[in-house]
């Protein structure tokens, strides 16, 4: 996918401007965090089964090499064929070869977001091969002309009813339907001819099971299991990082990873696909590929990105975030929003590509407060700051204003008369008001969220004035 | 360089990997393999019928309908009441493994195979359940193929209650005991198909069935 995430701060300033987008992200917000939190209630022991995930992902990361050549081993041992692609453009490739070589004409896919990295659509397309979304989010936004996705667990939670129900009528040519379960049985029934035909399916992957060598899936709609059981053959695209080593393993992080993606204690499908179709079976793919990708995540093992990799992609960081839910997904630029898309775009996609990233967040914490593997994203986030500036990637006029605010910092008495003065300014400038709606020396600091404003005098001034109380009441 | 000599080399110097840090790797590795840690589990009741009624109420909570028979020859006139009273067709496929069950007495039209498109309706037995969140287990074989329960609208499963377990890590102890390997596909099922994609919200009969219909049995 091409990374736009250079062009964070306009596009954020433009998902604040769209009035539609911002009456989406309202209704939706809030929905996710309340269910999230009603399915945590039947989970006795949550901080402990956090506790034992984090152990488990830190179990594989911390051995990563040995995990993968053992996952990789017993998944050849069920007759799957294991493949490994450095980037996109080999992800690519990889696919495309195994599409000719078995005579594919239509791929059905089930989400992964790693195909979205690779931009894989489009080089099936370029190979005149057709590739067909089947989660109902991500057919609505490959509909409507390759949109990118705005959320990982909910690609189209950016666009509400009326936009899909436009959208079918134009795209399938049928009466424009108002009702959410007719436009999923109009989907459903465009999408059922194409998972009889399909010669391929294509998936990610939740988890790889070292234990058994299979994959497991974890969906609702049954698209997962659709392209994973019609089609002659089925090619798994995920991450180097998603190997975990035993199927009670897998029991535990499914304690999390729905609770904590959409608030169900179970989704409603959860597949462990292990080996290839038996000559007597009737269903099933009789070719298995596991094409496991890098894309730059050999490079973030051992260093301090690290933990970045027990990430198992439920979303709740997003959900939970104040800046994704004022300016959607989209904003960020590449495949993954929120705060792991801001530690993982400029890890995956290139830090010089994606300046602002590290900097849309308030570090509030939220994200690491529900993070179901513990990952501390806010360290993290401060982290790239820190390695952006040894790299000397931010602004001059940053770096000046920094330089400036260090010579005032180190002159105690210059630097009180300036914090009095600017306190004074700003309390004068909100007048009545305990805000600013509009900072005219930042404008753009001010276009999505108001400025509280300072009530007169600074820090010092209030601290010595209670120190002198004290003294004169002893 | 193959990718794959190229990727796991870059991970290893991450790691700092050498012969030492590698056997303790190994121990690790097969420390897990062999110890099958369990994580913590939400308490339960796990009396037979403590863990009926859970699976019933969970099962009920994933919007899947919920009938309780005596036996297992009192199953085609359940289905067929069933069916009836859902105005549903008395025409369905089921699993070969259930070929052997008097389906015609009841007034039923079964074919035990595989499944098509057309099919309206989809009987399957289950390897087990799961009474923690509601769950069938399904395993795929010649004799219970893996589409009976997704490409019809309906899917009505049987229950033998005395293979309703009460932790998913029961049923993978199951699965090693009876099974020995997994077979290709093991499909945890837990109510009908959903979507939740459209404003978030949730409307049942995605891809899968509109409705499941779960017939425990209890002897």
């Known amino acids: ?210 234990e058994t060598g299979s994959v497991a899936l974890v ?26 080593p035993t199927l009670e393993d897998l029991s535990t992080l499914m304690r999390l990873l729905p609770r904590s993606a959409t608030g169900q204690s179970i989704s409603n499908y959860f597949s462990i696909l292990t080996g290839v179709k038996k000559p007597d079976e009737h269903d099933g793919p009789e070719h298995l590929y596991f094409v496991l990708v890098d894309s730059g995540r050999a490079d973030v093992v051992g260093t301090d990105f690290h933990a970045m990799l027990r990430c198992i992609r439920c979303g709740a960081c997003m959900n939970h975030c104040p800046v994704y839910q004022t300016i959607g997904g989209h904003a960020y630029g590449w495949v993954y929003p929120g705060p792991m898309g801001s530690v993982l775009t400029p890890l995956y996609a290139g830090m010089e590509n994606s300046i602002d990233l590290p900097h849309a967040a308030t570090l509030c914490n939220q994200c690491g407060v529900v993070c179901p593997v513990k990952i501390p994203l806010p360290d993290l986030l401060r982290k790239l700051r820190e390695k952006q500036t040894e790299r000397g990637l931010r602004p001059l006029t940053e770096r000046i204003g920094l330089r400036l605010w260090a010579w005032v910092a180190q002159r105690p008495k210059l630097y009180a008369l300036g914090a009095s003065l600017g306190a004074r300014y700003l309390k004068w400038l909100a007048g009545d008001a305990d805000r600013i709606r509009l900072l005219s020396t930042a404008p753009e600091w001010t276009l999505g969220r108001d400025f509280p404003a300072p009530q007169g005098k600074t820090f010092r001034e209030l601290y010595a004035a209670r120190q002198k109380t004290a003294k004169e009441s002893t | 360089m193959s990718s794959r000599e190229d990727i796991l080399g870059r991970v290893r110097a991450g790691l700092q990997r050498n012969a030492g840090n590698a056997a303790v790797g190994r121990e690790v590795m097969a420390a897990a393999l062999s110890g099958r840690v369990q994580g913590p589990k939400p308490a339960m009741d796990t009396t037979p019928q403590a863990l009926l009624e859970r699976f019933r109420v969970k099962s009920e909570a994933q919007s899947s309908t919920v009938d309780i028979v005596a036996a297992v020859d009192d199953v085609p006139a359940a289905i067929a009441r069933y069916l009836t009273a859902m105005n549903l067709p008395t025409t369905a496929v089921a699993q070969p493994a259930l070929a052997t069950l008097d389906w015609a007495a009841a007034g039923l039209s079964v ?46 499963a049987i229950v033998h209650a005395t293979r309703i377990l009460p932790y998913m890590e029961d049923a993978w102890d199951l699965a090693r005991k009876e099974l020995g390997t997994l077979p290709r596909a093991v499909n945890f099922i837990s109510g009908p198909s959903r979507t939740g994609d459209i404003e978030q919200t949730i409307v049942l009969g995605a891809h899968g069935p509109y409705r499941v219909h779960l017939v425990i049995v209890e002897a």
């Open chain 1, 219 to 244: 969906t609702n709609e049954g698209n997962g299991r659709m392209v994973t059981t019609m089609p002659k053959v089925h090619v798994v695209i995920t991450g180097i990082e998603k190997v975990i």
């Open chain 2, 111 to 156: 074919e035990a195979r595989g499944a098509r498109d057309a099919d309206m309706v989809g009987i399957t037995g289950c390897f087990c359940a799961v009474a923690e969140t509601g769950t069938l287990m399904m395993c795929s074989s010649p004799a219970t193929p893996a589409a009976v329960s997704l490409l019809p609208e309906t899917h009505i």
């Open chain 1, 1 to 210: 996918m091409e990374i736009k995430s250079m062009r964070f701060k306009a596009n954020a300033a433009g998902s604040l401007a769209n009035v539609v987008l911002q009456g989406n992200l309202k209704n939706a917000k809030g929905k996710f965090v309340t269910k999230r939190a009603e399915a945590l209630k039947d989970l006795d022991d949550f901080e402990g089964t956090r506790d034992a995930a984090v152990a488990i992902r830190n179990k594989v990361i911390d051995n990563l090499d040995l995990w993968l050549e053992r996952f990789e081993q017993k998944a050849q041992e069920t007759g799957a064929t294991v493949m490994w692609a450095k980037d996109g453009a080999e992800v690519c490739r990889l696919v495309t070869e195994i599409a000719r070589k078995h005579g594919v004409t239509k791929v059905t896919k089930s989400k992964s977001m790693l195909s979205e990295e690779a931009g894989l659509n489009q080089a099936l397309e370029a190979a005149g091969i057709q590739p067909v979304e089947t989660d109902l989010g991500e057919y609505i936004l490959q509909v409507d002309n390759n949109e990118p996705p705005s959320h990982i667990i909910a690609p189209a939670v950016h666009k509400s009813l009326d936009d899909v129900a436009d959208l079918f009528h134009k795209v399938h040519g049928t009466p424009r339907k108002t009702e959410i379960p007719a436009l999923t049985r109009e989907a459903r029934e465009v999408l059922r001819g194409h998972f009889l035909s399909a010669e391929m399916g294509l998936s990610g992957g939740n988890f790889l099971v070292a």
